[in-house]
């Protein structure tokens, strides 16, 4: 077991955790039920499924781990626009 694909693992989790709480806030905030054919729906899917195969698959490389980052960070990039052009 690598030391840094452990460490990797644990940090994206905690970012997905968060794009999450910011994905369901801003569904809260403007009374948007889960609807699987909702944007906002389909993305909290992604970054949950996302979230959970870090759990899952204890075979991920460092390359598979900075690609799963890239996708946490257009998620967490869009919903922060998407908030701010709707405040």
Known sequence: M????????EVLREVASSII???IR????NDIKID???P???LL????DLSDSLIENPDYSMED???ISA?????RDYINEVAKANV
């Open 26 to 29: 801003y569904m809260i905030d």
């Open 21 to 23: 709480a910011k994905i």
């Open 65 to 67: 781990l900075e690609k």
């Open 36 to 38: 699987h054919k909702n």
């Open 45 to 48: 899917d992604a970054v949950d």
């Open 71 to 75: 996708k946490l960070n257009f998620a």
């Open 2 to 9: 690598d030391y840094f694909i452990t460490a990797k693992e």
């Open 40 to 42: 906002m729906s389909i």
